[in-house]
């Protein structure tokens, strides 16, 4: 699932969770993805309420500018990288330091510098300006933000 072109509309939509059936590995969940009817503002951010197509919950939704979009985005990317760059870089010098503390230090710098490259990464793949408020960042009581299906 890549990115896609930024838009007058947002492309995001929001999930519904229909169903959630726990696997050995993975949970898997099935959501109704809505599309998100609010139109860009031309500056700045637009905080907007959208009822839930489907159970009719009252969802805060904040939508960025198409600028403030693009930025957005670029600060994720520059995350990202940084964190790449960090574990890359302990990783190397882990490598340097042989068997002394410094390369645990160093190992364990990598490993963090990667699961925050890896994090940021899974969090800006959701971005388009689109920032749910309320109640929580990310799910609200089954409610995230999702890219509907491609045809
Ligand atoms: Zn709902």
């Not at 993975?26 to 809505?34: G, N, Y």
Request: charged share 20%; proline share 7%; glycine share 10%.
């Amino acid at each position: 699932m890549s990115r896609r072109p930024l838009g007058p509309r947002p492309g995001i939509g929001y999930g519904h969770l229909v169903s959630t059936t726990p696997g050995a590995f993975v949970t898997k969940r099935e959501w109704i993805i809505h599309p998100i009817p609010v139109e860009r503002p031309e500056q700045g951010r637009l905080d907007r309420k959208v009822e839930c197509a489907t159970c009719g919950r009252e969802l805060s939704m904040r939508v960025s500018s198409l600028e403030a979009a693009r930025r957005r985005r670029q600060i994720w990317q520059v995350l990202a990288a940084s964190g790449a760059a960090v574990a890359v870089l302990c990783g190397l010098l882990a490598l340097v330091a042989g068997d002394g503390p410094g390369a645990a230090l160093s190992l364990l710098g990598a490993a963090v510098g990667a699961v925050f490259a890896l994090n940021v990464f899974m969090r800006s793949r959701l971005e388009d300006g689109v920032v749910m408020r309320r109640p929580t960042l990310t799910r609200m009581h089954g409610h995230m933000l999702r890219w509907p299906p491609q045809n």
